[in-house]
């Protein structure tokens, strides 16, 4: 019986995530380590899925790291109803590298994620974006040695995923 309250207690628990979700209040807790629930400067939605892409890909890939895989995993048993309404999928980099690179990766590491999520078999409408550098979270000007200005810009290396309004699954 015990088994049985919790498991209760679980579905009463997405039941009401999905309820505040589907009516536009957010996305629930983003808990897992590399994803974080925020309000974004300029963003339509109320709080964006961002995702290190330093902990998702091997570096300067758009191949999923075996740990980015488990992350993105994580993500979509913590956040249930993330996969029941069309979502948009954007991909970012750093400013090192040309802009034609950074663009093209971007997109690479959305697509890849799209990809992924949809192997673990959702299929909700995901549109992918790739951003190259252009919306950086952090400057970094004037930080050197390279290997510090690497580091510093690691926020800019980023997926984020976000609800997509005005549209039907």
């Known amino acids: 019986m015990k088994h049985a ?9 997405r ?8 009516l536009g209040l957010g996305w629930g807790d983003a808990t897992i380590a590399g994803a974080h629930q925020e309000k974004v ?6 709080a964006v899925l961002r995702l290190s892409a330093d ?15 488990g992350e993105i ?10 996969i029941m309404i ?16 950074n663009q093209d990766l ?22 992918v ?3 190259a550098e252009t919306q950086p979270l952090v400057s970094c000007t004037g930080v050197t040695p390279l290997k510090k200005l690497i580091k510093c810009l690691a926020p800019n290396r980023r997926v984020e995923i976000e609800r997509l309004y005005g549209v039907d699954s």
């Open 41 to 46: 400067q300029g963003s339509k939605n109320l």
């Open 5 to 13: 309250t919790s498991n209760a207690k679980a579905v009463i628990s």
């Open 55 to 69: 902990k998702l890909f091997v570096e300067n890939s758009d191949a999923l790291s075996t740990k980015g895989k």
């Open 86 to 101: 069309p979502m948009i999928i954007t991909g970012h980099t750093d400013r090192l590298g040309t802009h034609a690179y």
């Open 129 to 131: 974006a790739g951003m």
């Open 15 to 22: 039941l009401l995530a999905a309820s505040v979700f589907l």
């Open 73 to 82: 995993r994580k993500m979509i048993k913590d956040n249930g109803t993330l």
């Open 106 to 127: 971007s997109f690479r590491r959305a697509e890849a994620v799209r990809r992924y999520i949809k192997a673990q078999g959702h299929f909700v409408r995901m549109d």
